[in-house]
């Protein structure tokens, strides 16, 4: 444990061991994380780790950056073996699943199917997210055409988060498209008659979008000043975003204070509702 008083006492190792791809750690690992301010993990992922030899190389590299282990892991030997090294290292390790498999594997009365990766079995919905990712892919930023072949279409100005947005809604298995909204460039006529897609509005207060692109532009090492970053422009802009969605009645959500989780999470009930009222 690092002293209290230490200056690097908000920075730790974090050792995610997985049979699999790691996704389910990395989720619990960083939801757990965020409820503890001012920490900074310094995260470590080793998935797919199926035999001793790649569990050896784990472990050295666990020896090396001690810190916490956290792991979904079903071969019992494999899982002795990181236990009894975790102890010996004194470093803790947290079976993640563990407490959900017993007390379900209680209540069904089932045993537990001891099979690496089973949470990503290759079934309807594995594919049904990877079809929804490429479609994302292909309609980022305007791209493509089939636009009816969507479940959502996003539209907003620069920096408003449209594409990691689109990106999490394809993890979720939703496709989803996004339009940059340009003032001065039409859309593409096909978004004012689609029947099929949840059609949603992007906006955030100009504060923010100024904030956000003059980042941008010194990331790019660019500090030339422009109607990109200059205030009035950037209200031009969003009142002009406003006043479009208000026209053909498109629901809005304004981002500046919303998580990309948040967004997507009111999108997703804004288009289980679209869909319950077509039923």
């Excluded at 394809?170 to 897609?197: E, S, T």
Aim: hydrophobic letters at 40%.
């Amino acid at each position: 444990m690092l002293p209290s008083n230490s200056p690097f006492d908000t920075c730790f190792h974090i050792h995610m061991v997985s049979d699999s791809t790691g996704e389910t750690l990395m989720e619990v690992m960083r939801a757990s994380v965020a409820q503890f301010e001012g920490t900074s993990p310094l995260e470590h992922l080793y998935a797919l780790v199926r035999s001793s030899k790649q569990l050896d190389r784990v472990l050295d590299e666990v020896e090396a950056y001690p810190g916490v282990v956290m792991y979904t892991i079903v071969n019992a030997d494999l899982r002795r073996e990181l236990e009894t090294r975790c102890v010996e290292l004194g470093v803790p390790a947290i079976a993640i699943l563990d407490p959900m498999l017993a007390t379900l594997s209680s209540y069904l009365g089932r045993p537990v199917a001891s099979r690496a990766g089973a949470q990503r079995s290759l079934d309807a919905d594995y594919y049904r997210r990877i079809d929804a990712l490429n479609y994302a892919m292909a309609h980022d930023d305007g791209q493509g055409d089939d636009f009816e072949g969507a479940d959502i279409v996003l539209l907003g100005v620069s920096r408003t988060s449209k594409t990691p947005t689109s990106v999490y809604l394809a993890h979720r298995g939703y496709r989803a498209a996004n339009i940059p909204l340009v003032k001065g460039v039409p859309l593409p006529p096909q978004i004012f008659n689609l029947r099929n897609p949840l059609v949603v509005g992007l906006t955030a207060s100009p504060e923010r979008i100024v904030q956000i692109r003059r980042n941008r532009l010194l990331s790019l090492n660019e500090d030339r000043d422009t109607n990109y970053i200059d205030d009035f422009a950037v209200r031009e802009e969003i009142l002009y975003a406003k006043r479009l969605y208000a026209k053909h009645k498109w629901p809005t959500i304004d981002v500046t204070r919303r998580s990309i989780e948040e967004t997507a999470a009111k999108i997703i009930n804004l288009l289980m509702e679209k869909r319950n009222m077509t039923v």
